[in-house]
């Protein structure tokens, strides 16, 4: 439930797609912010935040592996996920 709670919320968001999975995370291609996936994960992090950037297992730039939490935590996460977006966009 969760999955796909992400899942669906992450690929609502102009330029973000969120892959299928089976298994208890969601894989982002968020390349459109300009970001590597370590910088997201540092932004994410300072947020409290704790993200996968997946840079270092040959992804293309801006690839992030969410673990699914509980709903609170998956909120939170997109609300958080979503002010760093406005933050950097400066919308």
């Not at 996968?52 to 992804?59: A, D, E, F, L, V």
């Amino acid at each position: 439930k969760g999955r796909n709670f992400i899942f669906d919320e992450i690929n609502k968001m102009p330029g973000l797609k969120a892959y299928p999975s089976e298994g208890n995370f969601v894989l982002i291609d968020a390349h459109i912010l300009d970001k590597t996936s370590e910088e997201i994960r540092d932004a994410m992090a300072a947020k409290g935040i704790y993200i996968r950037p997946m840079g270092g297992h040959h992804m293309k730039k801006g690839f992030i592996r969410i673990t699914i939490g509980t709903m609170d935590q998956n909120k939170l996460f997109l609300k958080l996920f979503k002010e760093y977006i406005q933050e950097i966009s400066g919308k």
